[in-house]
């Protein structure tokens, strides 16, 4: 299994996950050529997304969704207008998309039906952002995968300090909101185990966090738990942060 992030964050998602020929892009909240772009430079095209997975109705995440024929997409009911049962998603069903069996996460965010993934080809991999929290069900399918692609979008004194409403840092702090670091890191410590290879911290804030704030509390709970663990990277606004086999 390999993965690419093309792009993670406030102004625009978009993952791809590729084995044994097939291909999984996780939303489109970037441009066609943006996209195509990318695509091209890790060496694929259009034609090698097979499934395109919509995590819910925000317009980071479906902006583009549309340039793709209906017959691709794939999402839980809510975030779809008119999403028939085939194309639905339902959580904590297992289905078939290729090499890849995927269990789809009910998440808690504040969007019509948000949702998260696990994907099991060769290898597993967690996709998993814009959540307030990781409840006890869901934590339960998260133990010791290979990958972990997680959000950890805020540092919560950084936010504060934001001269943001008030209540969009509330909306940002409740359980319909983000993850913060430390949040993030304790969840991780709590679920990785000797399968695991590798953490991505994914859809930062811009303004309420930074890359290296986010590593640095991550290392220190990890540092706290005595747990050593050192192959995590973080996610990017603009380059491409690639994982898993690309980089064997």
């Known amino acids: 299994m390999e993965f690419h992030i093309l792009a993670s964050g406030s102004k625009g998602n978009a993952t ?3 084995e044994d020929g097939c291909g999984i892009l996780i939303d489109c909240g970037i441009t ?3 996209l195509l772009f990318k695509l091209q430079n890790l060496g694929f095209s259009e034609e090698d997304i097979s499934y395109v997975f919509l995590t819910h109705d925000h317009y980071d995440h479906n902006k583009n969704i549309h340039i793709f024929d209906k017959d691709k997409i794939f999402s839980a009911k809510k975030n779809i207008k008119d999403l028939d049962d085939y194309h639905t998603l339902i ?13 789809t996460l009910k998440i808690s965010h504040d969007a019509s039906d948000p949702i998260g993934f696990i994907f099991k080809g060769k290898e597993t991999l967690l996709y998993m952002t814009d959540t307030g929290y990781v409840s006890q069900k869901n934590k339960q399918y998260l133990h010791n995968l290979n990958y972990y692609i997680i959000e950890s979008n805020h540092d919560v004194e ?5 001269k943001r409403p008030l209540f969009l840092k509330n909306r940002i702090l409740n359980d319909k909101g983000h993850l913060n670091n430390e949040y993030s ?5 709590d679920v990785i185990g000797k399968q695991t290879k590798e ?12 890359p290296q ?3 640095e509390t991550y290392e220190a709970v990890f540092k706290e738990q005595n747990i050593q663990f050192h192959h995590i990277k973080v996610a990017s606004q603009v380059d491409v942060v690639s994982g898993g086999q690309y980089e064997d």
């Open 91 to 103: 959580p904590y069903e297992n289905r078939q998309f290729g090499i890849f069996d995927v269990l």
């Open 199 to 210: 953490i991505v911290l994914a859809h930062l804030s811009q303004e309420a966090n930074t």
């Open 32 to 34: 066609r050529k943006q």
């Open 185 to 189: 890191a304790r969840l991780m410590c």
């Open 16 to 18: 791809f996950i590729y």
């Open 213 to 215: 704030k986010a590593l």
């Open 158 to 162: 950084m936010l504060m300090a934001t």
